[in-house]
């Protein structure tokens, strides 16, 4: 099966230039799970941190650090295009990725927590369940990812992608292509909630191909930092959407 990570199709034309089939070590499921399980602790931990210092922040000073988002959401971009262009150094750039989206979204938790009490841990808990679930329902054969399948996330994560730009750009002229409040805007946020789910069905498949192509071992953290990406942006819709049932 083909794969849709431009960076497997990179390795895989260039097959004879590594070790495939040879004695070195290539990349493992456990290798994958333990360090998708570390990247995920780190950026739990540093985004509880950096929520906690958003509260007190908003609480003593009146003021959101708008710091340190912008600067977490700037260089984890940096950060991420490395890792996506260059899958080599991935054993490096995916934990800064992680420490970094951890700063992001724990600052972005605090100013959701501060307006919806107890918000952020239904929203944890619920990318969780969504998570396990679309593992079993990709494990057991359930969801198979078929070519018409990957073609049909891909153009919905492009379509979302092209809509968030318009939508950013819009609102520097006071308007909004998305509504943030009605009926409207929960169906928008529960469709990208859906391929953002589905989306994990494409990392956990690619992880699986990277094992069975052979692939070096660095994929194991660049998977890793794939899957952690689709998981935080998860658990940002998930998030707003949560919000927008509170208004």
């Known amino acids: 099966m083909q794969s849709s990570n431009p960076a497997i199709s ?4 260039n097959a004879g230039v590594y070790n495939f089939g040879g004695t070195e070590a290539g990349a493992t499921i456990s290798g994958t799970t333990t360090k998708s399980i570390v990247l995920v602790a780190l950026t739990l931990i540093i985004g509880y ?6 509260i007190n922040s908003v609480y003593t000073t009146g003021q959101v650090p708008n710091g340190l988002m912008l600067g977490s959401v700037i260089l984890g971009f940096i950060v991420a295009l490395v890792t996506i262009f260059k899958p080599t150094a991935a054993p490096i750039t995916a934990p800064i990725y992680a420490v970094l989206e951890g700063g992001a979204l724990g600052s972005l938790s605090g100013i959701f927590e501060i307006k919806y009490p ?7 808990m619920s990318t969780f369940v969504v998570v396990m679930t679309m593992l079993a329902l990709w494990k057991f054969k359930i969801i198979v990812p078929t070519q018409r399948f990957r073609s049909i996330i891909t153009g919905a994560i492009g379509g979302i992608c092209v809509l968030y730009i318009a939508n950013m750009i819009f609102s520097l002229f006071g308007a909004n292509l998305i509504p943030q409040t009605g009926p409207i805007s929960i169906i928008v946020s529960l469709v990208v909630c859906t391929v953002a789910a589905f989306s994990l069905v494409l990392d956990f498949e690619n992880i699986q191909v990277s094992v ?5 071992k660095y994929f194991e953290y660049y998977n890793a930092f794939s899957l952690l ?3 935080c942006w998860l658990y940002v819709e998930i998030l707003k959407l949560l919000s927008k049932r509170e208004n």
Do not use: H
């Open 49 to 54: 941190f950096a929520m906690n210092y958003t």
């Open 229 to 231: 990406v689709t998981i």
């Open 212 to 216: 069975d192509e052979g692939l070096p």
């Open 10 to 13: 990179v390795i895989r034309k």
């Open 118 to 124: 107890g918000i952020v841990s239904t929203a944890v």
